[in-house]
């Protein structure tokens, strides 16, 4: 076995890489500029939500109020009529990324800190590289990828859109377990 204090220096850089990695893929690549796409009449729904001024949280609409509710024939009407909405509200702010920057950055050393626990568990000292790359790169693509399914089984979120987070979160996943195999201690 090996200690998670003993891979506090993996744990930091992978951490440090696939923030820079996922930066690049965010930003420089276009490989997410299309992930939401723009309604035709945008400046109208929003001019039609502002003045309801709803509150930060996530929404369903139409949303019964119990299961006798979503038997009823008015609820299911409102089905039937639509649309049905699963939404987001933000607070209106700038478009300042600092706290979510940080809150990312968190997440990644999480993630390192999960993959280096059960690596070290299942690979322990002077593991080869490919043995610490194999569970370092499964646990950190559990954690990056496989929670994001979730969204597209229960809440209508795009297949592709899921299947591009994935493929984000192999190569998170590769440079983890390569940073892992790397400065794993020996």
């Known amino acids: 076995m ?20 996922s930066s690049l893929v965010h930003m420089v690549l276009p490989w997410h500029k299309n992930d939401y796409p723009r309604l035709q009449n945008e400046d109208a729904v929003l001019d039609a939500l502002r003045p309801l001024a709803i509150p930060q949280g996530d929404y369903m609409m139409p949303r019964p109020t119990s299961r006798d509710d979503m038997k009823s024939a008015a609820f299911k009407e409102k089905m039937e009529r639509g649309p049905v909405v699963m939404m987001t509200v933000f607070p209106s702010r700038s478009m300042s990324m600092g706290k979510n920057l940080s809150q990312w950055f968190i997440y990644t050393i999480v993630v390192s800190i999960f993959a280096a626990y059960i690596t070290g568990h299942a690979a322990g000292a002077d593991a080869h590289y490919r043995r610490v790359f194999r569970f370092a790169g499964a646990t950190a693509f559990a954690c990056y990828g496989m929670a994001l399914w979730q969204q597209s089984i229960w809440y209508g979120r795009s297949w592709a859109l899921t299947l591009k987070m994935n493929i984000d979160a192999l190569i998170y996943a590769g440079l983890t377990a390569g940073t892992f195999g790397w400065l794993w201690p020996r």
């Open 2 to 21: 090996t200690g998670l204090m003993a891979l506090w220096l993996p744990i930091l850089v992978a951490s440090v890489f696939v923030f820079i990695a």
